[in-house]
């Protein structure tokens, strides 16, 4: 596959369908896969022969994933919320445009996951997978 956002979809959609079927390390793989991938995001790109930015388009894939982290459990080996940080990692680094306001998106989208994330229990689950709400929920916060 050539387009980008081809690629981040199907890390995306193959990271939740293994997720679905209880394979945690290799939802664990895609969704790695997917934060590599994102620093690769050309600034622009050709949507019906016109050269558009494609912050849009990162804005639309981050939103996704960001509501699919929410029931990702935290790796036992990687730390707590080691694909956010990671996800945060590479967005911060990210050059985004100067003109428009997708970043300021993007950040407001990372406090909706937070929020949510802070909840003693999640909105939304997948059936036999626990999440973090399940697996920390009994633990006193410092």
């Not at 699919?68 to 985004?96: A, K």
Request: with cysteine; aromatic share 10%.
């Amino acid at each position: 596959l050539t387009n980008i956002f081809a690629r981040l979809n199907l890390y995306l959609h193959s990271g939740q369908v293994a997720l679905a079927n209880q394979c945690l390390s290799q939802a664990d793989a895609f969704f790695k896969a997917a934060v590599s991938l994102v620093p690769e995001v050309p600034k622009t790109i050709n949507i019906d022969g016109k050269m558009r930015s494609s912050d849009t388009f990162l804005l639309e894939f981050l939103s996704n994933f960001f509501s699919t982290l929410l029931i990702v459990p935290d790796h036992p080996e990687q730390g707590v919320l080691f694909l956010v940080r990671g996800l945060l990692n590479v967005i911060e680094d990210y050059t985004w445009e100067d003109n428009n306001d997708d970043k300021v998106r993007i950040y407001t989208n990372v406090l909706h996951l937070l929020a949510a994330m802070s909840q003693e229990s999640y909105l939304y689950h997948v059936d036999k997978v626990d999440s973090n709400d399940t697996l920390y929920g009994g633990d006193r916060k410092s």
